[in-house]
């Protein structure tokens, strides 16, 4: 699940860097780039505890 | 390609990405380049996330291009000074300084094993030479410590994070500066070889004289800033450079066969920069709050603090505190824990050991007492120092995630001895000691025993509003005298207290003249007069301190470079008969090299 939850956050990341590029997709890039940060920290929380 | 995050790297990811994630919501303050902006940011992170992630020196080297690539897309897609173009060649100049000497550490042991994979690298650096061992040390010093603000590194900080915004700098400052450290940790504990082997521990006693030394100059430097960013950005190297000083303590303990005070010294680098990257995060998107409210990025008398939401208050406060090391924050924590590892050096058994220690504490304590000044003035000029002028209320988005990251470094302090077990995996596989488990005795915090010292954050927290009862007790009891306001003597002036109160320039001014021999100041008055010189039209003030290793270091390797480039303009001389005899006499050198 950890593995998944982390693949996830680079999928976020790599779409919220294509979406970037168009000025409509502004607002879905910072939503793609927030949730995929929030997605690493919560499997680097899993991962630890 | 492997792929793989080890509990170190998932801790040190995780706080990093808590700012970046606020900063990304946030987005930049600068209204064009939001795109591009936000292009650089993604670019960083996957970029950080293959530094912490990778298992191959390849894979490994193009991440570690892309973060760079990304951390100077996000700062000039900004556009926020005219020439930001020039302070981001600098940054990436000085990255591909270390960029260079990665590449140098990879060939060096990944040459004789089958491939790049970071599991043969130890096998191969057991087989080095002891020259080639502390080659490969000073190379990743120099690859990572181009990052890290190393000394002298650190010059490319101010101008290219006063360049970008601050929630760039939230990044740069946070999740980049942890995996630049991530590497650095990685290679010189896990690749170089044993321990013990000859040049290792004498590596780590530099790395803690150079951590030391860079700590010392970058506080002082950015006691002198009045650029939020600039201050700030120093900051981030001199915290850096703290948890570098771990990083040596905990190669010299482990050089020394004290496996758990290294373990102990290198927790306390990753406690040190999870509690920073959150402080400094909340500071540097407090500083685009100042910008979007004044319309720069000045230190001055904005009259923030009472115009804005009380959250915001809160959150810039706890962020300060915490860098200035006041209790109970997670800064204090982890600075303490800094003072009691440098402490046990007498454990060391080479005298050369346990002095390089006590002089690392004696400038550790210079430091962290100059960076509280530091945030004393930061907080209390930038913040709360009052004005007539007409400013704006720092925006409610901007008070949320300061007030975030301020409650997140509390619950970090607080919550420490459950912070502390969740690096015992961690600890248990690099050095196979329980040190996490004994750095805490029920609530309270102790140096692997409760004989030498403890604090517990966790109980301060209930004690110092207990403590604060007293002068609320005092104010009480002196209640039947009358308060009774009066004039303050302006030295004959018109009372103007916004006029007469301390700016940055002036409450920097002791430290500028104590320490001159370092910052070799420059004042420069010029004045402008219509008519006789007492007539004054204009007074022009600029002020500045002189960088160390600018004039000495970079610009004759500036300059240097210029030359070979005038000089080899003669290669493009646009003859085409020219570049075909450069093409044959190229492929003659190649036939003489491959034909015996």
């Given at each position: 699940?950890?593995?998944?939850?982390?693949?996830?956050?680079?999928?976020?990341?790599?779409?919220?860097?294509?979406?970037?590029?168009?000025?409509?997709?502004?607002?879905?890039?910072?939503?793609?780039?927030?949730?995929?940060?929030?997605?690493?920290?919560?499997?680097?929380?899993?991962?630890?505890? | 390609?492997?792929?793989?995050?080890?509990?170190?790297?998932?801790?040190?990811?995780?706080?990093?990405?808590?700012?970046?994630?606020?900063?990304?919501?946030?987005?930049?303050?600068?209204?064009?380049?939001?795109?591009?902006?936000?292009?650089?940011?993604?670019?960083?992170?996957?970029?950080?996330?293959?530094?912490?992630?990778?298992?191959?020196?390849?894979?490994?080297?193009?991440?570690?291009?892309?973060?760079?690539?990304?951390?100077?897309?996000?700062?000039?897609?900004?556009?926020?000074?005219?020439?930001?173009?020039?302070?981001?060649?600098f940054m990436l100049g000085l990255l591909e300084i270390g960029a260079v000497a990665l590449v140098g550490v990879?060939?060096?042991?990944?040459?004789?094993?089958?491939?790049?994979?970071?599991?043969?690298?130890?096998?191969?650096?057991?087989?080095?030479?002891?020259?080639?061992?502390?080659?490969?040390?000073?190379?990743?010093?120099?690859?990572?410590?181009?990052?890290?603000?190393?000394?002298?590194?650190?010059?490319?900080?101010?101008?290219?994070?006063?360049?970008?915004?601050?929630?760039?700098?939230?990044?740069?400052?946070?999740?980049?500066?942890?995996?630049?450290?991530?590497?650095?940790?990685?290679?010189?504990?896990?690749?170089?070889?044993?321990?013990?082997?000859?040049?290792?521990?004498?590596?780590?006693?530099?790395?803690?004289?150079?951590?030391?030394?860079?700590?010392?100059?970058?506080?002082?430097?950015?006691?002198?800033?009045?650029?939020?960013?600039?201050?700030?950005?120093?900051?981030?190297?001199?915290?850096?450079?703290?948890?570098?000083?771990?990083?040596?303590?905990?190669?010299?303990?482990?050089?020394?066969?004290?496996?758990?005070?290294?373990?102990l010294a290198w927790m306390v680098a990753l406690l040190h920069l999870a509690g920073h990257a959150l402080a400094?995060?909340?500071?540097?998107?407090?500083?685009?709050?100042?910008?979007?409210?004044?319309?720069?990025?000045?230190?001055?008398?904005?009259?923030?603090?009472?115009?804005?939401?009380?959250?915001?208050?809160?959150?810039?406060?706890?962020?300060?505190?915490?860098?200035?090391?006041?209790?109970?924050?997670?800064?204090?924590?982890?600075?303490?824990?800094?003072?009691?590892?440098?402490?046990?050096?007498?454990?060391?058994?080479?005298?050369?050991?346990?002095?390089?220690?006590?002089?690392?504490?004696?400038?550790?304590?210079?430091?962290?007492?100059?960076?509280?000044?530091?945030?004393?003035?930061?907080?209390?000029?930038?913040?709360?120092?009052?004005?007539?002028?007409?400013?704006?209320?720092?925006?409610?988005?901007?008070?949320?995630?300061?007030?975030?990251?301020?409650?997140?470094?509390?619950?970090?302090?607080?919550?420490?001895?459950?912070?502390?077990?969740?690096?015992?995996?961690?600890v248990a596989s690099e050095f196979g000691t329980e040190a996490a488990s004994q750095m805490h005795d029920g609530?309270?915090?102790?140096?692997?025993?409760?004989?030498?010292?403890?604090?517990?954050?966790?109980?301060?927290?209930?004690?110092?509003?207990?403590?604060?009862?007293?002068?609320?007790?005092?104010?009480?009891?002196?209640?039947?005298?009358?308060?009774?306001?009066?004039?303050?003597?302006?030295?004959?002036?018109?009372?103007?207290?916004?006029?007469?109160?301390?700016?940055?320039?002036?409450?920097?001014?002791?430290?500028?003249?104590?320490?001159?021999?370092?910052?070799?100041?420059?004042?420069?008055?010029?004045?402008?007069?219509?008519?006789?010189?007492?007539?004054?039209?204009?007074?022009?003030?600029?002020?500045?301190?002189?960088?160390?290793?600018?004039?000495?270091?970079?610009?004759?390797?500036?300059?240097?470079?210029?030359?070979?480039?005038?000089?080899?303009?003669?290669?493009?001389?646009?003859?085409?008969?020219?570049?075909?005899?450069?093409?044959?006499?190229?492929?003659?050198?190649?036939?003489?090299?491959?034909?015996?």
């Amino acid at each position: 699940l950890t593995s998944d939850v982390i693949a996830a956050g680079v999928i976020a990341w790599a779409v919220a860097a294509i979406t970037s590029l168009t000025q409509r997709g502004l607002i879905v890039a910072r939503i793609l780039l927030f949730a995929g940060c929030i997605a690493l920290i919560a499997a680097a929380i899993a991962v630890n505890r | 390609v492997r792929f793989l995050l080890t509990p170190d790297a998932l801790w040190l990811l995780g706080f990093g990405l808590a700012p970046a994630a606020l900063a990304c919501a946030v987005c930049t303050p600068a209204v064009r380049g939001q795109s591009g902006w936000l292009f650089g940011a993604a670019m960083t992170l996957i970029g950080t996330l293959g530094v912490f992630g990778l298992q191959d020196g390849a894979s490994f080297l193009i991440a570690w291009e892309v973060m760079s690539f990304g951390g100077a897309v996000m700062i000039l897609s900004e556009k926020l000074p005219a020439d930001a173009a020039r302070p981001v060649l600098f940054m990436l100049g000085l990255l591909e300084i270390g960029a260079v000497a990665l590449v140098g550490v990879v060939l060096l042991l990944g040459f004789r094993a089958p491939n790049f994979d970071f599991a043969g690298f130890s096998i191969t650096a057991a087989e080095l030479p002891v020259a080639l061992t502390i080659l490969t040390g000073l190379l990743l010093i120099i690859g990572f410590g181009a990052k890290l603000g190393l000394l002298p590194f650190y010059e490319w900080f101010p101008g290219a994070y006063s360049s970008g915004s601050g929630a760039s700098g939230a990044l740069l400052s946070g999740v980049v500066l942890n995996a630049a450290y991530f590497g650095l940790s990685r290679g010189l504990l896990n690749w170089l070889p044993n321990p013990t082997s000859p040049g290792v521990p004498e590596l780590g006693a530099f790395l803690l004289v150079i951590g030391v030394l860079t700590a010392v100059l970058t506080a002082l430097y950015a006691f002198q800033e009045e650029d939020w960013r600039s201050l700030l950005s120093f900051s981030s190297a001199e915290n850096a450079s703290i948890a570098v000083a771990m990083l040596g303590a905990a190669m010299m303990f482990r050089g020394d066969g004290q496996q758990d005070l290294a373990s102990l010294a290198w927790m306390v680098a990753l406690l040190h920069l999870a509690g920073h990257a959150l402080a400094k995060g909340g500071l540097f998107l407090t500083a685009d709050g100042v910008y979007r409210a004044t319309g720069g990025y000045s230190i001055f008398h904005s009259d923030l603090l009472r115009r804005s939401s009380w959250v915001f208050g809160v959150g810039a406060l706890f962020a300060a505190m915490s860098l200035s090391a006041m209790p109970p924050q997670a800064g204090f924590v982890s600075e303490w824990y800094v003072f009691q590892t440098v402490f046990q050096g007498f454990h060391l058994s080479t005298l050369a050991g346990r002095l390089t220690m006590a002089l690392a504490g004696a400038g550790l304590a210079l430091t962290v007492a100059v960076a509280f000044a530091t945030f004393v003035k930061v907080f209390g000029i930038g913040l709360l120092g009052r004005s007539t002028r007409g400013v704006a209320a720092v925006s409610p988005t901007t008070a949320t995630v300061v007030g975030l990251l301020g409650l997140s470094l509390l619950i970090l302090a607080v919550g420490m001895p459950a912070w502390l077990d969740g690096l015992r995996v961690a600890v248990a596989s690099e050095f196979g000691t329980e040190a996490a488990s004994q750095m805490h005795d029920g609530l309270l915090l102790v140096p692997l025993t409760a004989k030498f010292a403890f604090i517990s954050p966790t109980l301060l927290v209930i004690v110092m509003p207990l403590l604060a009862l007293i002068p609320i007790a005092l104010i009480v009891a002196h209640r039947r005298y009358a308060v009774r306001y009066a004039p303050v003597w302006y030295g004959g002036f018109d009372q103007d207290p916004e006029r007469a109160s301390t700016t940055a320039l002036t409450f920097s001014n002791a430290m500028r003249t104590f320490y001159s021999f370092v910052y070799r100041p420059t004042e420069v008055i010029e004045t402008e007069a219509h008519g006789p010189e007492y007539f004054i039209h204009r007074l022009r003030f600029t002020h500045d301190v002189a960088p160390i290793f600018g004039p000495y270091l970079f610009a004759p390797a500036i300059r240097t470079v210029y030359y070979l480039a005038q000089k080899l303009r003669a290669l493009q001389s646009g003859h085409l008969n020219f570049y075909l005899a450069l093409i044959g006499g190229l492929l003659v050198i190649i036939l003489a090299l491959t034909l015996p």
